[in-house]
Each structure stands twice: as structure tokens, then as C-alpha cells.
């Protein structure tokens, strides 16, 4: 018995010494070889950078070595990222058609939020899942969908013009960016869901409050293995993931029902998700089920058209009004071209596309500020860019934000509002033709930035045709990156009615 409880002693011994160790060389590994591996590496290509100092951090450093606008390497954390601000450079990581640079994993509450989605997948899977999410987002399905936008739009106008009919002479403030995120869910949700619109507003309230624990999550230190530990945060991230599940797997499982006449599903609707499960049905018939997706990746996928939908586009909104209204005279210009196009008719989808303004406009808002501020790549091997050898593994960091308002590519006049420069074209605007990368480049490049541009220049119309607008004394400029660039503070702007001339 002795001899038992001895040996038994012995295997949880050896098991645990084999466990501390792994533990321990996985820290030395993570903690101290890599980081020290990477400086070497950039070093001694001539590549500048502050020293690796776990506890201390490199801000002042980053800061003056930012300032430079050269390539450079700093520390976030443990992990050692390689700023690019060179766009021939970041075309040719974007571009590229091999995969050898990866979408870098996100944390977990993001990766609950978005989703495994286009957004975060790599390699073959995404190759798969670029297929069947594309052909929601052609020129035919958006003309289809931007029917639906202007009833959402004209919902929140109708009680924006209620509101200032019932002001003062000064006009009526409105927080515009609590307006444009509520109005862009619902767009979505009707959109995107279609019958099942109660559902998906249900899924907004939701990713929202998962949101907002995301963004909370990511100003703090990530430790690996801490998703796991039942905190009373992580319980409230899977109560919520589970709830967001439990509602888009409803709503799939509703459209794979049989039909009423017993017939197989010739279509699934003509929203975004009864088109894309029109495409992976096809998938799946075909002689490659391989390409179609599970459940759990069409939910994936609702999920990351469900947050970016709302959010890019909002976001977007929020910045154009602010600028036209910054701007009286650019606002004016848009009006007349909204005027001479549609009159006071609702703008379709043919009257958008020939706002040539608006579409200035509204990329210098992007520009100026983008929905993201910063792009995260990975090499999955050893790989030469421009004169560099990455190290695999390596982290790459191009920051949007600053190569927009890099005077080098965009002059001295860089951080001015100044429509005209796209008036030949976002090729054309900067001194170099990818300078200008708001949705991304390539083959990973936005899939649904046409749907994004079509809202914003519906929602924008509608507004021009009804009322005027400027700055409220009481909004304060504060842009912050939350998960994407917003106003800290809200956007408070003031309306005014106005008559048309047709």
C-alpha cells in the first residue's frame, strides 16, 4: 500500500516538474528569447528602435521616433511591431496574393464581438469564406438593399424636423453620433436581417454592451490563459456571446425550415444573410462541399457584418456632418448637387453613384478619419519587404491615421479639410496612388465599403434636403480610438429647417 501511495507520489511529482518547466520555457521563450531575437534582427539592418524593457515601456521613445516618420520597430507589451508608414512598401504586404501576411489573432472579447469572420480568417478559410459573403455585396444585391435605407432615414428626419420645429430661432442641438448609431442599426438590422429585424436589433443591443467590454478590455494588460478564469467580466462576455449565438443560429435555423409547400429553398431572402446562404447552398450542391461554411461561420459572419455594418458607417456619418458643417460653403455644394440630381425624391441607388461631391467628400472624411487608425499584419515565415528580412512572426503596424495626414504624401496642407483632392479620383489624390487606404487594400480589402458609402451618401442626401446645419458651442473635439476612431465626447450639432427650390 505504502509502495502505492509512493509511486502515485512520484508520477504527480514528475508530472508536475514537467508542467512548471513547460511553463517556465514557454516564459523565457515569450518573455525573453523572442523579444531579444527580434532586436537582433532589426539592429543590425541599420532599423531603429528603444530597448526591450518589459516593465518600463517605450512611449517616449515611440513618440520621437513618430516624429521621424522612418521605419522603426517599438514594443507593445512583450511584442515587438515594425512600423511601415511607406504605402509602396504597405501595398506590397496588402497585395499580396500568397498569404505569408496574416490577419494577427485578436483578443478574445474582440474575436467574441466580430466574430471568425472575413475579418480575422486566414489562409484557405478565408479564401472560402470571401466566396460566399461576396455576392451579398455586388452592384445588383446594393442596388436591392439601398431600397430599404431611406424608410430608416426618414423615421429619424421626421422626428429631427419635429424637434426643430419646436425650437427657438437658433436651431435645435442634436448628438448626432448617438442618431447615426442607432439609425445604422437599424439599416442593418433590416438589411441584413430582413423578416427577422426584431432578432437582429436584439443582436445590436447586444454586441453593444459586448462592445463596450471590449473596449474597456483593451486598455488594460492581456494575460493569455485569462479568457478562461471565471471572472465575473468573462461571465458576463459568455452570457452575452451565448445570448448573441442563441439569436443568429434562431434566425438561420428559421430560413433552413422547409417551406410551406414542401419544396426545397430555391432562395433564402433577399437580405444579406438570405443571399449569402443562397451562396453556400450552392456551395454545398456543388463538387466541393468544402467551400461551403457550417453554421457556426455563417454566424461568425453575421456577427462581423453586423458590427462593421453599424459601426464603420456611423462613425463615417458622424465625421462628414461635422466637416459640412465646419465647412458652410462645401455643404452648400453638396445640396445643390443632391437638388439637381433627385430634387426632393428619395435618392436611389443610379442617383447616388452620380453624386460626384458627395463622393469627395466623403473620402476626405475618411481620410481625415478613418474608421480604423492603425492595421496589424503578421509573417507567417522569413520574408524580404523592400530591403528588410522580416523575422517570422514578426508583427507589422501600418498606421492609417498617420500616412492620411503625412505631408510628404499630401502636402502641406495635409491636415486641411479639402474634398477637391479626390476630384480625379483616390488614385490621384496623394503624391502616391495607395497613400489613401481607408478600407484596407488588395485582395483583404473591405468587402463591404460599396454598402458603407451608399448608406452614408443616402443618410447625407436625405439630411441636405431637409435642413442646414453647424457646430453646437458645446461639442468638444476629442477624437479617440476605441475599437475604431470616434468623439469622445458625442457630436453635438445644430439643426435649422430649410425650404427647397426645385
Given at each position: 500500500m505504502d509502495m502505492e501511495i509512493r509511486c502515485s507520489v512520484e508520477v504527480l511529482v514528475a508530472i508536475l516538474v514537467v508542467l512548471v518547466g513547460s511553463i517556465v520555457i514557454k516564459l523565457f521563450r515569450d518573455l525573453i528569447w523572442k523579444p531579444y531575437s527580434f532586436h537582433k534582427a532589426y539592429t543590425r539592418q541599420g532599423l531603429r528602435g528603444p530597448p526591450y524593457e518589459i516593465l518600463v515601456g517605450c512611449?517616449?521613445?515611440y513618440r520621437e521616433l513618430l516624429q521621424e516618420?522612418?521605419?522603426?520597430f517599438y514594443w507593445y507589451g512583450i511584442q515587438s511591431r515594425l512600423y511601415v508608414?511607406?504605402?509602396?512598401l504597405i501595398k506590397e504586404v496588402l497585395s499580396?496574393?500568397?498569404?505569408?501576411?496574416?490577419?494577427q489573432t485578436p483578443r478574445p472579447l474582440v474575436m467574441a464581438l466580430l466574430g471568425r469572420g472575413l475579418v480575422f480568417v486566414n489562409g484557405l478559410r478565408w479564401v472560402k469564406h470571401r466566396r460566399i459573403v461576396?455576392?451579398?455585396?455586388?452592384?445588383?444585391?446594393?442596388?436591392?438593399?439601398?431600397k430599404t435605407m431611406p424608410s430608416c432615414t426618414s423615421s429619424m428626419l421626421e422626428n429631427w424636423q419635429e424637434m426643430v420645429a419646436q425650437a427657438d430661432s437658433h436651431g435645435k442641438e442634436i448628438n448626432v453620433h448617438n442618431e447615426f448609431r442607432a439609425l445604422t442599426a437599424d439599416i442593418i438590422s433590416h438589411t441584413a436581417f430582413g423578416s427577422s429585424y426584431n432578432e437582429g436589433r436584439e443582436v445590436f443591443e447586444l454586441q453593444r454592451e459586448l462592445q463596450e467590454m471590449a473596449a474597456e478590455a483593451e486598455r488594460s494588460v492581456f494575460i493569455p490563459g485569462s479568457q478562461y478564469i471565471p471572472t465575473s467580466r468573462n461571465r458576463k462576455a459568455w452570457k452575452i456571446d451565448k445570448r448573441i449565438k442563441g439569436t443568429l443560429n434562431y434566425?438561420?435555423?428559421s430560413r433552413l425550415q422547409p417551406s410551406t409547400t414542401g419544396r426545397p429553398h430555391v432562395s433564402y431572402g433577399n437580405d444579406l444573410l438570405g443571399i449569402m446562404m443562397t451562396a453556400n447552398k450552392k456551395e454545398l450542391c456543388g463538387n466541393q462541399k468544402n467551400l461551403s461554411m457550417t453554421i457556426d461561420e455563417i454566424m461568425d459572419e453575421c456577427k462581423t457584418f453586423f458590427f462593421a455594418g453599424h459601426e464603420t458607417t456611423s462613425n463615417l456619418l458622424t465625421w462628414a456632418v461635422?466637416?459640412?458643417?465646419?465647412?458652410?460653403?462645401?455643404?452648400?455644394?453638396?445640396?445643390?448637387?443632391v437638388i439637381s440630381i433627385c430634387g426632393t425624391d428619395i435618392p436611389d441607388a443610379d442617383m447616388l453613384s452620380r453624386m460626384k461631391s458627395m463622393t469627395m467628400v466623403l473620402n476626405e472624411t475618411l481620410r481625415l478619419y478613418p474608421p480604423a487608425t492603425l492595421m496589424i499584419r503578421k509573417t507567417y515565415k522569413e520574408l524580404k519587404l523592400g530591403r528588410f528580412m522580416i523575422p517570422k512572426g514578426a508583427a507589422l503596424s501600418f498606421p492609417i491615421l498617420a500616412v492620411h495626414h503625412n505631408e510628404k504624401f499630401w502636402g502641406p496642407d495635409a491636415n486641411m479639410f479639402k474634398p477637391e483632392r479626390f476630384a480625379e479620383g483616390a488614385s490621384k489624390a496623394a503624391v502616391h496612388p495607395n497613400a489613401f487606404f481607408p478600407f484596407s487594400l488588395g485582395p483583404r480589402a473591405c468587402v463591404g465599403q460599396n454598402f458603407a458609402m451608399l448608406e452614408s451618401k443616402s443618410v447625407i442626401a436625405m439630411i441636405l434636403?431637409?435642413?442646414?446645419?453647424s457646430v453646437s458651442p458645446a461639442y468638444k473635439h476629442a477624437p479617440i480610438a476605441v475599437l475604431t476612431l470616434q468623439p469622445q465626447h458625442g457630436m453635438q450639432i445644430i439643426f435649422k429647417s430649410i425650404e427647397v427650390e426645385t
Open positions: 512611449m517616449p521613445e516618420g522612418e521605419t522603426f508608414a511607406e504605402p509602396e499580396n496574393k500568397f498569404g505569408q501576411y496574416e490577419k461576396s455576392p451579398a455585396f455586388n452592384i445588383h444585391n446594393l442596388k436591392t438593399l439601398v434566425i438561420i435555423q461635422l466637416l459640412l458643417a465646419i465647412y458652410p460653403e462645401w455643404q452648400a455644394v453638396l445640396r445643390k448637387e434636403q431637409r435642413l442646414s446645419f
